[in-house]
């Protein structure tokens, strides 16, 4: 066997990168999204570990860009400030002397409540029902002979309005009691 020595000033000859290997790296640092695709195509002899560690940092230089723009905003000294969240308390006396510091103690009540002012609403009375017989122009309580079952039952007001007049031998309501 016979094995040829290299000269000591000519250097080994390196293979020559394929076309379509620079195309994927042109298309890599151009555009990225169409660079992946050819990268994992078939027609690219890279090997499965070259191309997981490009997709790899292509994932992360995206992730480095990005990030900071989805991050919230950082809220500015100042805007809006809660005053019911505060604490409503005044404290009366002398000023105290920077020596003195941790002389005093102060009770504070956990909470004030304002005061608050309590409206009741007027009671309306109650409603008055009477008996109203139809064609009839009196109306009745549900004790008189002349109220039926047929009877209409409507309020005081309806009757009233109705043009029925109060009964003489039952003597019903003629108006609300004052109230």
């Not at 919230?72 to 920077?98: E, F, K, N, T, Y």
């Not at 941790?102 to 409206?119: L, Q, T, Y």
Request: contains cysteine; aromatic residues 8%.
């Amino acid at each position: 066997m016979h094995v040829k020595a290299q000269s000591p000033g000519r250097r080994p000859k390196k293979r020559a990168m394929p076309r379509y290997s620079k195309a994927v790296i042109r298309w890599l640092i151009f555009c990225f999204p169409a660079g992946l695709l050819m990268m994992w195509s078939d027609r690219c002899r890279w090997s499965r570990q070259t191309k997981s560690l490009i997709s790899c940092g292509i994932a992360g230089a995206l992730i480095a860009v990005l990030l900071p723009i989805t991050l919230p905003p950082q809220r500015a000294a100042g805007g809006v400030q809660l005053v019911s969240a505060q604490p409503v308390i005044a404290i009366q006396g002398p000023c105290q002397d920077p020596e003195d510091v941790g002389a005093f103690e102060v009770d504070v009540p956990i909470s004030i409540k304002p005061p608050s002012v309590v409206v009741e609403p007027t009671p309306e009375p109650p409603a008055i029902y009477v008996y109203c017989n139809t064609g009839g122009k009196y109306y009745h309580t549900g004790k008189c002979r002349y109220a039926t079952k047929k009877s209409a039952y409507l309020s005081l007001d309806t009757a009233l309005d109705k043009g029925f007049t109060p009964c003489k031998d039952c003597n019903p309501p003629a108006e609300y009691p004052p109230g």
